[in-house]
């Protein structure tokens, strides 16, 4: 089992950057897929990004390539999101998740995803 907190959320103006962290606890972080979700009011839970449980994949939805940047530190038990180049649009609820463990395709959907922290909020202005 994983427990897992965000942080890093905040205020930021349009073309501002932000990087989130979640930290996870037990010693078993480093064989988890991890993901981070964003969830905008009134709106279903995406996924925003994923890495597979050693860094060797990962997956960005379309809108955030070239802007977001997930990456993990399986020493500190942290996976992070970079995020560059916001616009409001990237106004939302992030949460990170765990999902599978050891294996080389990263998880896409929610239901793959069986330890989730409670969110951290990103509110970008225009």
């Known amino acids: 089992q994983v427990q897992l907190v965000e942080s890093g959320g905040g205020l930021v103006q349009a073309g501002g950057s932000l990087r989130l962290s979640c930290a996870a606890s037990g010693r078993s972080f480093g064989s988890y897929n991890m993901g981070w979700f964003r969830q905008a009011p009134g709106k279903e839970r995406d996924i925003v990004a994923a890495?597979?449980?050693?860094?060797?994949?990962?997956y960005y939805t379309d809108s955030v390539k070239g802007r977001f940047t997930i990456s993990r530190d399986n020493v500190r038990n942290t996976v992070y999101l970079r995020m560059i180049s916001l616009n409001p649009e990237d106004t939302a609820i992030y949460f990170c998740?765990?999902?599978?463990?050891?294996?080389?395709?990263?998880?896409?959907?929610?239901?793959?995803?069986?330890?989730w922290g409670q969110g951290t909020q990103v509110i970008v202005s225009s």
């Open positions: 998740a765990a999902g599978s463990r050891l294996t080389s395709i990263v998880d896409l959907r929610p239901l793959q995803y069986p330890y």
């Open positions: 890495i597979t449980w050693n860094g060797g994949a990962t």
